[in-house]
């Protein structure tokens, strides 16, 4: 049995979903991007429910990006283009 892409991806967030966490009432959750999936890993443009969670979840992205396990799909052209899509980029310094 092959294993999609995206499924691959949403059990590896799920694996790490506990691990993160913000002080500003945000929790860090990187299975909250899940919606986000199948933009990162193809060509499909966002939903509306990937906007929201990016959103959601900006104040956790320099989290993600310091995340050795995290930092090859966050940091990935797709998902930048996902997140300007969405008009939340990323932010520039960490």
Do not use: D, H
């Amino acid at each position: 049995m092959k294993i999609s892409r995206t499924a691959s991806l949403i059990v590896f967030l799920l694996l790490l979903g506990e691990t993160l966490q913000v002080a500003m009432a945000v929790t860090c959750n990187p299975v909250e991007l899940t919606p986000c999936a199948k933009a990162i890993t193809s060509s499909s443009p966002p939903s509306t429910i990937c906007c929201s969670k990016l959103k959601e979840q900006k104040p956790c992205l320099c989290q993600y990006l310091k995340n050795p396990y995290l930092q090859k799909l966050v940091n990935s052209p797709n998902a930048k283009k996902v997140a300007t899509t969405c008009g939340s980029p990323f932010p520039n310094n960490c």
